[in-house]
């Protein structure tokens, strides 16, 4: 849905995180009232609600991570942390977040499909293990819906920093075209 010029791939997501922004600003403010936001947890009345840490994470990753690293991080913060939250009731949290690593595991695999085998293992390990970690550490100002996807993407892009250093070339081909993103 994002048109083909670059500089409107960039401007409209970023126009819309700040609209979200400001919105999320005035009702911390208590300019806008909370009970006109759907679904917010008691303890996001007076700090920024995870939609909010969501967009941000989103944002960062359309625009600064190719696409390759930013596909399955954002599949895990969009399938993976609500299953994980579901099956955390359900079957306990060993079980939950072991169907979620998998869950995880499998969207960096689906997305890393064209890598050599072993890259395609160590970078789904590594995105699985970053984003269930996104999910279980709990942080006072940092919202997992933003840990999930961020974690993973910043030691993915790690790994990929160091093993071109040594001369391995690591990112596979890219998998929507034009490309997605700014890269």
């Given at each position: 849905m994002l048109p083909d010029d670059q500089l409107l791939k960039v401007y409209i997501p970023i126009a819309i995180f700040m609209l979200v922004f400001i919105l999320e600003f005035l009702r911390i403010k208590g300019i806008i009232k909370s009970s006109n936001f759907f679904g917010l947890r008691t303890y996001e009345k007076k700090?920024?609600?995870?939609?909010?840490?969501?967009?941000?994470?989103?944002?960062?990753?359309?625009?600064f991570f190719p696409q390759q690293i930013a596909i399955p991080c954002i599949l895990c913060a969009c399938f993976s942390d609500p299953i994980i939250g579901e099956l955390r009731h359900r079957?306990?949290?060993?079980?939950?977040?072991?169907?979620?690593?998998?869950?995880?595991m499998f969207f960096f695999a689906i997305t890393w499909f064209k890598a050599d085998i072993w890259i395609l293992f160590t970078v789904s390990i590594i995105g699985a293990t970053g984003a269930l970690i996104g999910e279980v550490k709990k942080?006072?100002?940092l919202d997992d819906d933003f840990m999930i996807q961020m974690l993973p993407a910043v030691l993915i892009l790690l790994l990929l920093f160091v093993a071109k250093s040594i001369g391995i070339?690591?990112?596979?081909?890219?998998?929507?075209?034009?490309?997605l993103m700014i890269w």
């Open positions: 700090r920024p609600a995870s939609y909010l840490y969501f967009g941000a994470a989103l944002l960062s990753l359309l625009l079957l306990g949290k060993k079980e939950a977040y072991l169907i979620g690593f998998f869950v995880c942080f006072l100002w070339e690591t990112l596979p081909e890219t998998l929507i075209h034009p490309g």
